[in-house]
Each structure stands twice: as structure tokens, then as C-alpha cells.
């Protein structure tokens, strides 16, 4: 009887040991595939890439405060993918764009990354500086190519991350200096700056309060938050403050209050926004007579009105795919991040690596990448911005786009000085 239940007892322990090894297999496995093999055309893989597949992931904003930024992102990388597919894909591999809606929620955002992370090779899209903030840790950790359809400066320095084009900093420079250069203002004048709480508006203000120190004209800062659609209070501050322009970096519904408001107050001065606070739609709300008088936008990229032939393709596809969809910045952003990320994926193909961290290094490679749609761009320094050349829109509701081009792309005064002064 002993003899029967001592066999019996270890068989069990036999089996579960058994079950064990084999379920450590499985994991191990597993591991090993997402660390890498190589496929059967001899380029090494990792997450994300198969022998037939590319998997990229967006990880953007669909129903919050820029749900039509996330919307025109979305379809023009989608449209990019279509078209890559159309010419045999990258590396003999079809290219597919994983989608996940945050609206905004950079704890959704968090939860997200998590799902998505383990099954794509890069991000070609991620709304939102508190966002990619969050995310910070874990794409460098995973080695995780990522655009961030966000310009904080504090994004920078990161070898996975990159940010496309100028900073917001960068861009309040230019802002600053058109002011000053065309719209009479002097030094001892004084300047509004409506901004988001966060990274964005705490960057853009950086930028502000720098040069307008150097141009010997003060700020006058008013903070709101994202969920901030009146901006009476601010309107009614920055009058009494007797400001002779307004800068905002906010979002498009802010932008509109903004101008609204200090229009019907009677406070009609020069209006500058960051490229992420103007919509071609504000044009057909009350508010666009004002934005029409007032407002100019500082942007690293051209309007899509513009004459550039890649941009003038781009627009002709992109109206003729989603008809009735508007063909805003968020289009030419989007297209243009998603054609810089087939850049990196083809030259790490072409090395014979899709592996995570050999698709980074592709990318840190570039030195004057141009895909014809702005400004070169200088991947190889994460430490500074890729673009310093900053352009001036303005409103104009008939143009593709809602926007027209002002002054072509040019580096404000004293950028270098100013990035000196950042570093140091």
C-alpha cells in the first residue's frame, strides 16, 4: 500500500514537473521569437515583422480634444500603407497599421501601449505630449521607433523618439519675430501667451519668454486647461494687461474662443498659434471672421495649399480616397511621418535587419531626410530638434486646407543661441 502511493506520488510529481518544462518551453519559445530569428529571405526579424508582415501601431485620439487631427492622421497613414502595398509593400512584406483610440486618457494611452507594443516593429503615431511622456520609459526600453504627433522639447533625447520638425519653443521664437518684424510691435510692449497646462504650453512658453527678453518685450502668461473652452477670463485679463498681441498654444477650440471673444471685446490684435491650435473647420464657426482678421499660424510645415508638387500629389490622393474628409495639417503630418517611417524600414531592410533596434538605427542614420512634403530633416542628434525652419500661415477659408502660406521656411534669430542656452 505504501509502496503503490509513494509510485503514485511520484508520477504526479513527474508529470507536473513534465507540464512545467513544458509550459518554460513555450514561454522561451515565445521569447525567442520576439527577440528575433530571421526570415526566410535571410533579414532578421523581431515583434512586429513576419515573413509576410510589417505591423506598425497608432496609438491616437479619435474621440478627445483632437479627434479630428487623430481622424485625418489615421486615414492619410492608412492611404500611405495602401499605396506601399500597392508597390509590393517593404522588404517584400505587407505593411499593416494597428489602431487604438486613447481620446485623450493618458492612463487608456498607458493601458494601450501595453496591448499594442508586443506585436509591432514601430509607431508612426502617437497624439499627444502627456502621452508620449507617459510612454517615455517603456518605448526606449523596448526599442520602439516612435513619431509623436507632439513637439515638446522634452521629448528630446531620447534614441527611440523622435520628434518631427521644429519644437514648440522653437516655433514661439519664429512667432516672436514676426511680430516684432511685421506687426509693429516695440520694445516695452507687451505680449499675451495663452497656453495648455503640461509639456506643450510649458515648452511653448520657454520658448516665448526667451525671445521676448531678447527683443526687450514682456509675457503676459495665462494658463488653461484642455478642457478650457471660454476664454473670456483670459480675454478680459490680457486687455486689462493692454497686450499688443496674443500667442496661443492650445488646441483648435481655444484658439477659436480666444479670437471670438477678444474680437467682440474690441481687443483685435495680431493673433499667433502653434500649428496644433488652428482647424480648417473654425472657418465656418462664428469665430472665423475674427481668426480670418487676426490670426496667423507658426508651423514646421507647409500648408496644404501649398504649391509643392509632393504636397499637391498627396492632397489630389488623399480627396479622391476620403471624399467629403478635410484635407488639413493633421493629412500632411500624418503622410509625412508615415513616408519618413518606410524610409527607416526599407534602409534597415536594406542592412538586413527588421529588428527593433536596427530599425532605430536606421533611422538615427538619416541626415537630410526629405520626403519633398517641408523641410530636410537631421535624425542624427537626438539631443536637438530635426528641423529649426519655421513657417508663417494664415487663415484663408477658400484654400485647401483652411491655410495659406506667409513666409517660407526660415530659422528665426538667435535659435542657436537659444539652444546654447537650453543645454546649458
Same mark, same amino acid.
Request: overall charge neutral; some cysteine; glycine content about 10%.
Given at each position: 500500500?505504501?509502496?503503490?502511493?509513494?509510485?503514485?506520488?511520484?508520477?504526479?510529481?513527474?508529470?507536473?514537473?513534465?507540464?512545467?518544462?513544458?509550459?518554460?518551453?513555450?514561454?522561451?519559445?515565445?521569447?525567442?521569437?520576439?527577440?528575433?530569428?530571421?526570415?526566410?529571405?535571410?533579414?532578421?526579424?523581431?515583434?512586429?515583422?513576419?515573413?509576410?508582415?510589417?505591423?506598425?501601431?497608432?496609438?491616437?485620439?479619435?474621440?478627445?480634444?483632437?479627434?479630428?487631427?487623430?481622424?485625418?492622421?489615421?486615414?492619410?497613414?492608412?492611404?500611405?500603407?495602401?499605396?506601399?502595398?500597392?508597390?509590393?509593400?517593404?522588404?517584400?512584406?505587407?505593411?499593416?497599421?494597428?489602431?487604438?483610440?486613447?481620446?485623450?486618457?493618458?492612463?487608456?494611452?498607458?493601458?494601450?501601449?501595453?496591448?499594442?507594443?508586443?506585436?509591432?516593429?514601430?509607431?508612426?503615431?502617437?497624439?499627444?505630449?502627456?502621452?508620449?511622456?507617459?510612454?517615455?520609459?517603456?518605448?526606449?526600453?523596448?526599442?520602439?521607433?516612435?513619431?509623436?504627433?507632439?513637439?515638446?522639447?522634452?521629448?528630446?533625447?531620447?534614441?527611440?523618439?523622435?520628434?518631427?520638425?521644429?519644437?514648440?519653443?522653437?516655433?514661439?521664437?519664429?512667432?516672436?519675430?514676426?511680430?516684432?518684424?511685421?506687426?509693429?510691435?516695440?520694445?516695452?510692449?507687451?505680449?499675451?501667451?495663452?497656453?495648455?497646462?503640461?509639456?506643450?504650453?510649458?515648452?511653448?512658453?520657454?520658448?516665448?519668454?526667451?525671445?521676448?527678453? $531678447?527683443?526687450? =518685450?514682456?509675457?503676459?502668461?495665462?494658463?488653461? &486647461?484642455?478642457? /478650457? *473652452?471660454? %476664454?473670456?477670463?483670459?480675454?478680459?485679463?490680457?486687455?486689462?494687461?493692454?497686450?499688443?498681441?496674443?500667442?496661443?498654444?492650445?488646441?483648435?477650440?481655444?484658439?477659436?474662443?480666444?479670437?471670438?471673444?477678444?474680437?467682440?471685446?474690441?481687443?483685435?490684435?495680431?493673433?499667433?498659434?502653434?500649428?496644433?491650435?488652428?482647424?480648417?473647420?473654425?472657418?465656418?464657426?462664428?469665430?472665423?471672421?475674427?481668426?480670418?482678421?487676426?490670426?496667423?499660424?507658426?508651423?514646421?510645415?507647409?500648408?496644404?495649399?501649398?504649391?509643392?508638387?509632393?504636397?499637391?500629389?498627396?492632397?489630389?490622393?488623399?480627396?479622391?480616397?476620403?471624399?467629403?474628409?478635410?484635407?488639413?495639417?493633421?493629412?500632411?503630418?500624418?503622410?509625412?511621418?508615415?513616408?519618413?517611417?518606410?524610409?527607416?524600414?526599407?534602409?534597415?531592410?536594406?542592412?538586413?535587419?527588421?529588428? $527593433?533596434?536596427? =530599425?532605430?538605427?536606421?533611422?538615427?542614420?538619416? &541626415?537630410?531626410? /526629405? *520626403?519633398? %512634403?517641408?523641410?530636410?530633416?537631421?535624425?542624427?542628434?537626438?539631443?536637438?530638434?530635426?528641423?529649426?525652419?519655421?513657417?508663417?500661415?494664415?487663415?484663408?477659408?477658400?484654400?485647401?486646407?483652411?491655410?495659406?502660406?506667409?513666409?517660407?521656411?526660415?530659422?528665426?534669430?538667435?535659435?542657436?543661441?537659444?539652444?546654447?542656452?537650453?543645454?546649458?
Amino acid at each position: 500500500m505504501t509502496t503503490t502511493h509513494h509510485r503514485h506520488r511520484t508520477q504526479l510529481v513527474a508529470a507536473a514537473a513534465l507540464a512545467l518544462l513544458l509550459a518554460g518551453t513555450g514561454c522561451s519559445s515565445k521569447a525567442g521569437s520576439q527577440d528575433g530569428g530571421s526570415g526566410a529571405d535571410g533579414v532578421k526579424t523581431g515583434p512586429g515583422v513576419t515573413d509576410r508582415t510589417i505591423r506598425l501601431g497608432a496609438l491616437t485620439d479619435l474621440t478627445g480634444p483632437y479627434a479630428t487631427l487623430g481622424k485625418s492622421i489615421v486615414q492619410a497613414q492608412q492611404m500611405w500603407a495602401d499605396e506601399t502595398n500597392a508597390k509590393g509593400g517593404i522588404c517584400g512584406r505587407r505593411v499593416e497599421i494597428v489602431v487604438k483610440d486613447h481620446g485623450y486618457d493618458v492612463q487608456k494611452a498607458v493601458t494601450s501601449y501595453a496591448d499594442i507594443a508586443p506585436d509591432v516593429v514601430a509607431l508612426p503615431q502617437v497624439i499627444g505630449s502627456p502621452v508620449v511622456a507617459a510612454l517615455l520609459d517603456d518605448i526606449e526600453r523596448d526599442h520602439l521607433l516612435t513619431f509623436p504627433q507632439a513637439w515638446a522639447a522634452s521629448l528630446l533625447g531620447k534614441d527611440s523618439v523622435q520628434v518631427l520638425g521644429t519644437t514648440y519653443d522653437v516655433d514661439m521664437l519664429a512667432a516672436v519675430d514676426f511680430l516684432t518684424r511685421t506687426k509693429g510691435l516695440t520694445k516695452g510692449d507687451t505680449i499675451g501667451h495663452v497656453y495648455f497646462e503640461g509639456d506643450y504650453g510649458a515648452n511653448a512658453l520657454e520658448g516665448s519668454t526667451w525671445a521676448a527678453g $531678447r527683443a526687450g =518685450v514682456k509675457v503676459v502668461a495665462q494658463k488653461i &486647461k484642455a478642457t /478650457d *473652452t471660454d %476664454l473670456s477670463a483670459q480675454v478680459s485679463a490680457l486687455r486689462k494687461a493692454k497686450v499688443k498681441a496674443i500667442l496661443i498654444s492650445a488646441g483648435p477650440a481655444q484658439t477659436a474662443s480666444l479670437a471670438g471673444v477678444a474680437a467682440s471685446r474690441g481687443l483685435r490684435v495680431p493673433i499667433v498659434s502653434s500649428a496644433p491650435g488652428f482647424a480648417p473647420q473654425l472657418m465656418k464657426t462664428p469665430a472665423g471672421p475674427a481668426l480670418d482678421a487676426m490670426l496667423s499660424v507658426v508651423s514646421a510645415a507647409p500648408a496644404v495649399s501649398s504649391d509643392l508638387p509632393g504636397v499637391r500629389r498627396m492632397v489630389a490622393a488623399y480627396a479622391k480616397k476620403f471624399p467629403g474628409s478635410p484635407v488639413d495639417s493633421g493629412v500632411l503630418s500624418g503622410y509625412n511621418a508615415a513616408e519618413l517611417m518606410g524610409a527607416d524600414l526599407k534602409k534597415a531592410c536594406a542592412a538586413g535587419s527588421l529588428a $527593433r533596434e536596427d =530599425v532605430v538605427a536606421a533611422h538615427r542614420a538619416q &541626415k537630410n531626410a /526629405d *520626403t519633398g %512634403l517641408g523641410s530636410p530633416q537631421d535624425f542624427s542628434d537626438n539631443s536637438r530638434p530635426a528641423s529649426l525652419e519655421t513657417r508663417v500661415l494664415r487663415p484663408d477659408a477658400k484654400a485647401v486646407g483652411g491655410l495659406v502660406g506667409v513666409e517660407d521656411a526660415h530659422r528665426a534669430p538667435g535659435v542657436e543661441e537659444y539652444l546654447k542656452s537650453r543645454t546649458s
